[in-house]
């Protein structure tokens, strides 16, 4: 019985021992799953990746300024002569309005309608206008250009006025809208194409 009894104890001792070992087996276990999750935690969250900035939008050039005399903007000047002619203010109206009458005064071809819209040119076409205003023997006011009027520019202003002193006639000449690059041509071209020429005739 004794024997028997030692034989029981050595197997519950040896149980016991299994159990112990088992439990140190399911430590260890829960050791490993404690190592995961710590090795879990400190895993460091990642980080988001920084936004790229949107790209900027070029801002609208600005148009640069249109220069003074450019397209349209072309600078002019204004021619004024004085000229004393010795004819009556009559016959120098019709020397610069009647165009057979400045054919054989003026020189060169003259055609046109000597009324007030009516087209004319002088000089062989070389000159060309529309009279804007006519009062015979006192006021010729017309739209003048040339041949080589720069392109694009428009027509000049020509006002003449008449007034009879001393046997003949003050005339005044006012020519506004002139191209300023051309103005010294025109204005000599005055004297020497009309002026000159009327005194010729008209002895003066």
Known sequence: M?????????????????GAKKRGGGAKKRGGGAKKKAAKKKAAPKKAAPKKAAPKKAA???????????????PTTTI??????????????????????????????????????????????????KHLELVRGERIVQEWATTEWPKGAAPSRLEISLAGTGGGTELTMTHSSVPTDQAEEYRQGWIDYYWTPMRAHFGG
């Open 2 to 18: 004794a024997a028997k009894k030692k034989a029981a104890n050595k197997k519950a001792a040896k149980k016991r021992g299994g």
């Open 60 to 74: 609208p050039k600005k148009a640069a300024p249109k220069k003074a005399g450019a397209s349209g903007a072309r």
């Open 80 to 129: 004024v002569q004085h000229v004393f002619i010795q004819a009556t203010p009559l016959q120098v109206y019709d020397a610069l309005v009647d165009p057979s009458v400045a054919s054989t005064v003026i020189g060169g071809a003259c055609k046109g309608a000597p009324t007030v819209g009516g087209a004319f040119t002088h000089w062989n076409d070389y000159i060309h206008g």
